[in-house]
Each structure stands twice: as structure tokens, then as C-alpha cells.
């Protein structure tokens, strides 16, 4: 089944513990990205890759990091999480970039105390 | 920056009524326009989209206008049912180096029995 899996679905940390979300992709897209869902502020893009070795910036990188290593896995860094990044986090890929269909995991609650 | 405004944030109607929901942008070089629907407790699903070299597209009950010098576009259902209960998420992209994609805010679209 083509599809895009993130692990944690759930977690609760404190400030300061580095995290990691994994993200994987099974449909060999090129690009892959992460967004954060808050709440009457939309979704709105921390990072993406438009291919191994190639991210960028989107609207609210403070804070994060990511890698492409590989073409299937984007991995969301949070080095030192702080309470502001408690969000709902959800990883997504397309084809071969931001005007394909964006294909969106089932998502990532991240609290952070 | 670039920026993506939607309203209604909530809108309630009845049952075999239309709904409406209204997103305008702010960069003159975006050609990519989704919606996105959100149940609940999942990610994000493409359910129409439309590009600048069009005005108009439909699929079944969904329709999509677009105004590229107003710089508007907007969602249409018709004959609503209890399964359109859902966030509905615009956005805006550009075929560019730069490729990000900005959302709106989110409509939550009731639909009284």
C-alpha cells in the first residue's frame, strides 16, 4: 500500500531531550516536507527536500532540523524541543514537488514540557 | 512574506445546502492552488486543485473558481452531506527553486442534520 508512515504517532517530553520523528515514504517521491498544525494558525511548512541531500527553509525552521540521506526518509530533529514546539506534526511527499499532490502521514502529537 | 488568507474559520450548514469557503494570496507568481480535506484524527487529503491556466474545475459536488487578478479562488460543495464535516485547508505554490508551498488558516465545515 502506497503510503506515508511517522513514528512516534504520540510523545511527551521535556525541555531540552532531543527527539527525533522519522518519516518514510514508499512511492520513490522526490520531494518530502513537515508542517506543524496549530491551532487558527493553519499548517504551516517547517522544512523541505527536493531530493537526497537537497532541504530548505519553509515559514518556521527555528528550532528544527532535517536530513535526506535517503530518498524514502525525512527525519524531523528537534535538538533542544522547547514548550512553543508542543504541535501536531504530519511528515508529506509528492511526486516531485509543491505543485503535485502532497501526500500527508497520519501525523505526530508532540507535547513538550 | 508570502501569505494565504481563508474564511470563513467555521461555517455550520444544512444538509443539501452549499458551502463556500474563500482564500486569497499574496504572491502574484503563484500558478498551484489545493484544497485539502482533514477528518478527524487524520492527515490531510488533495480533494481538488486548480492551476493559473484555468478559471474554473469541478469533480462531481466540488468546484473550484479562481481569480488570478483579484487573487482570489474559492471552494465550492454542493448538496452537502454528513461526510463533508471536516477542516478544508487552501494553498497556494510556484513552480520555482524556492519551492514552498503556504496554507490558509482552515475552515471547519459542520453540517446540520
Known amino acids: 500500500e502506497a503510503q506515508v508512515t511517522q513514528n512516534p504517532r504520540y510523545l511527551i517530553t521535556v525541555t531540552g531531550k532531543k527527539l527525533t520523528v522519522t518519516c518514510s515514504q514508499n512511492m520513490n517521491h522526490e520531494y518530502m516536507s513537515w508542517y506543524r498544525q496549530d491551532p487558527g494558525l493553519g499548517l504551516r511548512q517547517i522544512y523541505y527536500s527536493m531530493n537526497v541531500e537537497v532541504t530548505d527553509k519553509g515559514d518556521v525552521p527555528e528550532g528544527y532540523k532535517v536530513s535526506r540521506k535517503e530518498k524514502r526518509n525525512f527525519p524531523l530533529i528537534l535538538e533542544s524541543p522547547s514548550p512553543n514546539q508542543t504541535s501536531l506534526y504530519f511528515c508529506?511527499?509528492?511526486?516531485?514537488?509543491?505543485?503535485?499532490?502532497?501526500?500527508f502521514g497520519p501525523g505526530t502529537r508532540l507535547t513538550v514540557l | 512574506g508570502e501569505n494565504v488568507e481563508q474564511h470563513p474559520s467555521t461555517l455550520s450548514v444544512q444538509e443539501g445546502d452549499s458551502a463556500v469557503i474563500k482564500c486569497t494570496y499574496s504572491?502574484?507568481?503563484?500558478?498551484?492552488f489545493p484544497w485539502y480535506k482533514q477528518e478527524l484524527g487524520k492527515g490531510p487529503q488533495l480533494i481538488i486543485d486548480i492551476r493559473s491556466n484555468v478559471g474554473e474545475k469541478k469533480d462531481q459536488r466540488i468546484a473550484v473558481t479562481l481569480n488570478k487578478t483579484a487573487k482570489h479562488f474559492s471552494l465550492h460543495i454542493t448538496e452537502t452531506q454528513p461526510e463533508d464535516s471536516a477542516v478544508y485547508f487552501c494553498a497556494a505554490s510556484r513552480n520555482s527553486s524556492a519551492s514552498k508551498i503556504i496554507f490558509g488558516s482552515g475552515t471547519r465545515l459542520s453540517i446540520r442534520p
Open positions: 508529506a511527499s509528492s511526486l516531485q514537488g509543491s505543485t503535485d499532490t502532497q501526500y
Open positions: 504572491d502574484s507568481a503563484s500558478n498551484y
